[in-house]
């Protein structure tokens, strides 16, 4: 992964970042679950695509639950970021091929521009590119709200939206392995993790803010 420097999306010089496509489908697939769908709010509809000299990162939040995957790799990088919608971001992902096929994984390269990103996945074969505008907008700050510390499940037990825990079982996890969530007090978020990072090196976190009973 190389890069020179960026802030946002509005750039005068030129940022590359080189993933793995496994690597990148299942950070994309994992923080799309979060995505938001209404578009009064577009902001909320996109996933913050971040990397620094410690990590990529993708994250999604629709105000009721929040996705971070992340990747670790040291890199001699600066930070940056791109907010990109994350329908798009998707139907790129199901357009890649399939590492097995190859002897070698194919890589997807991330380009941001001004106002876009164009992602480039290499192969032997070919090359399956698409530009995707960004969004315009801030997104939440998001470190704030995820939780340090974690308590027993309450006694009074905690109510959860039952469409949201299902959304659990779209996040990829790894062969033969489960999925832990821990608790922060009553009225707190859940968090949700998987047992052992993904075959790909991707770790995701899952929150999830409880149900009002009776609501």
Known sequence: MTTTSIEGTAVENVTV???DVSVFRDLVMSAA????????LPTLTGIRVEWDSLSVRMVATDRFRLVKAEW???????????????GDLVAYVKTLPKPARFGLPPTVVIHPEDGQVRFTCVTHE???????RTLDGEFPKYQSLIPTGFTDLPEEGIAMNPKYVADVAKMPVPKNGGVRVQFTGSGRPMVWTPMAPLDSGVQWLYLLMPARIGA
């Not at 670790?72 to 994350?86: K, R």
Request: aromatic share 0%.
């Open 33 to 40: 679950v979060a995505a938001g769908k209404d578009d009064i």
């Open 126 to 132: 070919g090359e399956v590119s698409r530009t995707i």
């Open 17 to 19: 970042l080189a993933l």
């Open 72 to 86: 670790l790799s040291a890199s001699n990088v600066q930070s940056g970021s791109a907010l990109v919608p994350a």
